[in-house]
């Protein structure tokens, strides 16, 4: 059966090429820095289900130090000019977008199709697992799709991926710390916590008050954890459930499907949602990192107003 091993080893193998390339680029003034941070990271996907909580730990500890102190650099790693680049899409048009539209076309198909295929009466794939198996697997297709037809070295995705993460840095990997930071919230129990202020403060029988300190509240704990499914179980655990379905008779559903809307608005505002916000600041090398969110501020602003007054108005009369 394939698992969600392969793709952990895939990636493994992957940061693992980062942090060598890194090691012997002499044109990087932090190349140590890279190597150790990239090496670090890929130890944890190649060995961390056998390193043991504390190892994981240290390493864990070693990526936030060196991305902290400023640890990270870029080099000047061969790549193809610009001129060059403007050819070759001038060479092959629209056909540049085939390997970019491979992984979700076989993502979804595999996903469609493959989750029912059985192997000597195991399943082929890990049924819990089988999307996110199927996007990894993808993106080698998509790889060597790319290389066959764009007549390309067959080391050149690994140089080009490794000079993208080099100029993202540190921002790359804040998605999978913010989500185990999601998990650990719910595991400690900050969602009861956060209901107890509440009830101090909030008036529980007043419905537009609960709401928006639900919405708002979803959008800020977003804000911090740069996540709205991490915020989630939190505001949920603590307002939604308790009291806006439980204590007020809301219907569920819409207060999930606008809680999150709520959690979304939050991030469109917030540096921690790096995929988002300030990875694209860094590839399209904006002169203002925080251009993104500027721009998008005042819609986030009206949206979160917007899904206040929607759930007021629909969670108690949906039934």
């Known amino acids: 059966m394939i698992g969600l091993d392969v793709v952990f080893t895939l990636a493994g193998l992957l940061f693992a090429a980062f942090a060598v390339l890194n090691l012997v680029d002499r044109t990087n003034p932090k190349r140590f820095g890279n190597a150790t941070f990239w090496g670090c990271y890929a130890a944890t996907l190649l060995f961390g289900s056998r390193l043991g909580n504390f190892v994981n730990g240290c390493l864990v500890v070693v990526l936030v130090i060196v991305g902290g102190v400023g640890g990270l650099g870029r080099g000047e790693p061969r790549t193809t000019s610009t001129e060059e680049r403007r050819a070759s899409a001038s060479r092959w048009g629209n056909r540049l977008f085939v390997p970019a539209l491979i992984p979700p076309a076989l993502t979804l198909l595999a996903a469609m199709l493959l989750k029912d295929v059985r192997l000597g009466g195991m399943p082929l794939f890990e049924p819990k697992n089988l ?67 509440l009830s101090r403060v ?51 559903a819409v207060m999930g ?36 969110i500027r721009a998008q501020l005042p819609t986030a602003l009206l949206l979160l107003v917007g899904n206040t007054f929607l759930m007021y108005f629909l969670v108690f009369h949906a039934r």
């Open 131 to 197: 999307s996110v198996i199927a996007l990894g697997l993808a993106a080698v297709v998509a790889a060597s799709v790319a290389l066959f037809l764009l007549r390309q070295p067959i080391g050149a995705p690994i140089r080009e991926a490794r000079r993208l993460m080099d100029m993202i840095g540190w921002a790359a990997i804040l998605p999978q710390l913010l989500a185990a930071l999601g998990v650990l919230f719910a595991d400690v129990g900050v969602g009861d916590r956060v209901a107890e202020i």
């Open 202 to 252: 909030v008036p529980l029988d007043n419905a537009f008050a609960v709401v928006s300190v639900y919405t708002v509240g979803m959008a800020l704990f977003t804000v911090i954890m740069g996540n709205a499914f991490a915020a989630f179980p939190v505001m949920t655990a603590a307002v939604g459930l308790p009291i806006i379905v439980g204590r007020l008779g809301g219907d569920p």
């Open 257 to 292: 499907a606008l809680g999150m809307l709520s959690g979304f608005s939050g991030t469109l505002m917030t540096p921690m949602a790096a995929n988002f916000n300030v990875v694209p600041a860094v590839l399209l090398e904006l002169p203002d990192k925080n251009g993104v």
